[in-house]
């Protein structure tokens, strides 16, 4: 059973350029978050889909979008990349929106 | 708001020594969630425990235990015996048990157990 499946693993973009980052979640689960996770931090939660729906947003700005697809897989937009940006982006699926979640190992974003 | 504090950023241990990572939370909510996830170099969150603020029991799986004291807003994690494959990133992690459940994370604290 493949768990939380992400890609790319690793990517480097420059300032001002778009970077789309997939996510495919754990057989079962409908649910899936983003993390931001930024060097020596902990994760920091972006969004979450459910139904092919935002229903949870942190506190990101509107560059950050995402969508879920009707397979439950999802992907994380991010516009006009500011060196900032530069992080270990998560997606973590759940089965519900109160399950436990099951993370995959991430895809490390550069800005440079 | 939620807030989780990891004070100690780096503990450096020799194998076969007991370590214990400590927790502490900030919360208004009258129930809640607490978590501990691992996250070793692979970059993955490996989940560790969930435990639902009506249960103070501690609890302890294999070398694992957690201590959790609702009076201090602390859930300590103590590694018995620990090995080098311990090595990794440890995270306390809090959440609401309603539509608020997204957990909120600590900054993490790095083990490092040495051979």
């Known amino acids: 059973d493949a768990g939380v499946t992400q890609s790319p693993t690793h990517l480097i973009k420059t300032r001002g350029q778009q970077v789309t980052l997939r996510c495919s979640p754990k057989s079962g689960h409908d649910t899936v978050s983003w993390y931001q996770q930024a060097l020596g931090q902990g994760p920091q939660f972006i969004f979450q889909y459910y139904e092919e729906e935002e229903r949870q947003r942190g506190n990101f700005p509107d560059r950050f979008s995402g969508h879920q697809f009707p397979n439950y897989s999802s992907e994380l937009n991010v516009n006009a990349l500011l060196l900032g940006d530069s992080a270990l982006y998560l997606c973590?699926?759940?089965?519900?929106?109160?399950?436990?979640?099951?993370f995959g190992e991430g895809s490390r974003l550069t800005v440079l | 708001a939620q807030k989780v504090t990891q004070a100690q950023t780096e503990i450096s241990v020799v194998e076969k020594e007991d370590v214990t990572l400590d927790c502490v939370y900030e919360t208004r909510d009258t129930t809640y969630y607490l978590f501990w996830y691992k996250q070793p170099p692979s970059g993955e969150l490996v989940f560790l425990i969930r435990r639902n603020s009506f249960d103070e029991q501690n609890e302890i799986s294999g070398r694992y235990s957690w201590n959790f004291q609702k009076s201090t807003s602390s859930f300590n994690f103590t590694i018995t015996a620990s090995q080098v494959v311990d090595s990794a990133v440890y995270f306390c992690a809090l959440s609401g048990t309603g539509g608020s459940y997204i957990p909120t994370f600590g900054r993490g604290t790095s083990l490092i157990v040495h051979p």
């Open positions: 973590a699926s759940s089965q519900t929106r109160t399950g436990e979640l099951f």
